[in-house]
């Protein structure tokens, strides 16, 4: 298939780019910064450079460019605030980004949707020892900050499910760790002796590998069902502290330094309600079943210790 993919120089883009060329897809990535043309042409992609906020932009860059599938990984986290605003960049990227993305899907040609949802969708809060599915309220508001965020993943959803003439599928990832993802992010901020572990309890979730994300990518896009979400999550959750203390060991960094919880929910409310407010166990089940995949690695420790 003919891949079009915004996000293709991100923490799970590149990646994907692999693992596409791998599968025999040949990828368009849209990228922004002309200088990293290179590191998507090495991974076998064809760059074009558009920004997919700049509608007008974006549809004269993609024009031309055929395409079976559009793929939305596209996120701006590193440009996020830490009491995470609504002109969020991310949150714009998940609502008009997905319009935008729809509109080069139809220039294209494109009958395919794959697009980036979040498990945090399921709501921010704790949800005991229940497992969740696909089954359960997407979306839920909780009345922290979080609830934009579940928002944002209900827009990016809604629109691809409901788009005249397309298939849309969405993928509910797990906290990425990997390469550039969460676990790098963490060890530089322990490097820098930055507070991040909260007194006390941390919240539980599930995270998954950016290299087993990117295959899920995959997976979906060639046996995904219209209409349809999928959670794709490791096999084990992981508490906040596990999370971090195998980070700073497996990347020789100092270990966490712990901060009251109000410090945190005061200077950092968006990780505070993530970090202490949120324990989900997550079931990966009907990607298993649906897509045939399941996650190399079964969890955080596995994973990391791989490299
Ligand atoms: N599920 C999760 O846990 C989850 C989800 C997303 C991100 N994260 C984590 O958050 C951290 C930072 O993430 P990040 O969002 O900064 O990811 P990232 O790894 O920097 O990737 C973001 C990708 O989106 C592209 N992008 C952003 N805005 C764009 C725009 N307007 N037009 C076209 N492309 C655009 C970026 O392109 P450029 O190269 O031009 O910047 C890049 O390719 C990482 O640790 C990541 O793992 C976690």
Redesign the pocket.
């Known amino acids: 298939m003919r891949v079009l993919l915004?996000?293709?120089?991100?923490?799970?883009?590149l990646p994907l780019l692999s693992a596409l060329a791998a599968a025999g897809h040949e990828t368009i990535a849209?990228?922004?910064?002309p200088a990293?043309r290179r590191l998507v042409e090495e991974r076998g992609a064809l760059p074009v450079i558009?920004?997919?906020?700049?509608r007008d932009g974006l549809l004269r860059a993609v024009d031309g460019h055929p395409a079976d599938v559009v793929m939305h990984?596209?996120?701006?986290?590193?440009?996020a605030s830490p009491r995470l605003r609504p002109d969020d960049?991310?949150l714009a990227?998940r609502d008009k980004?997905t319009e935008q993305l729809l509109r080069a899907a139809r220039l294209v040609g494109a009958r395919r949707f794959v697009t980036?949802s979040?498990?945090t969708g399921y709501g921010y809060r704790d949800h005991g020892d229940r497992i969740l599915t696909e089954d359960d309220v997407f979306g839920l508001h909780v009345g922290n900050v979080g609830d934009l965020v579940a928002d944002s993943s209900v827009a990016t959803e809604r629109q691809v499910f409901t788009a005249d003439g397309i298939e849309g599928i969405a993928l509910r990832?797990?906290?990425?760790?990997g390469r550039?993802?969460?676990?790098?992010?963490f060890a530089d901020l322990m490097r820098k002796r930055a507070p991040v572990l909260p007194r006390g309890r941390t919240g539980t979730t599930c995270?998954?590998h950016?290299n087993d994300?990117a295959a899920a990518a995959v997976a979906a896009m060639e046996h995904g069902r219209a209409g349809q979400a999928y959670n794709i999550v490791d096999d084990q959750p992981t508490s906040w502290r596990d999370f971090l203390t195998t980070v700073a060991r497996t990347h020789g960094t100092p270990r966490p330094v712990v901060t009251p919880r109000w410090l945190i929910r005061l200077a950092v409310p968006y990780l505070g309600c993530l970090m202490i407010d949120t324990t989900m166990r997550i079931s990966h089940a009907k990607a298993t079943r649906d897509l045939g995949w399941t996650p190399a690695y079964r969890n955080l420790r596995e994973g990391l210790a791989a490299g």
């Open positions: 915004a996000g293709a120089t991100g923490a799970i883009g849209i990228i922004r910064d990293k558009a920004d997919v906020m700049d990984q596209a996120t701006a986290l590193r440009d960049p991310t990227l980004g980036q979040l498990i990832y797990g906290m990425f760790y550039n993802a969460f676990s790098d992010m995270f998954i950016v994300a």
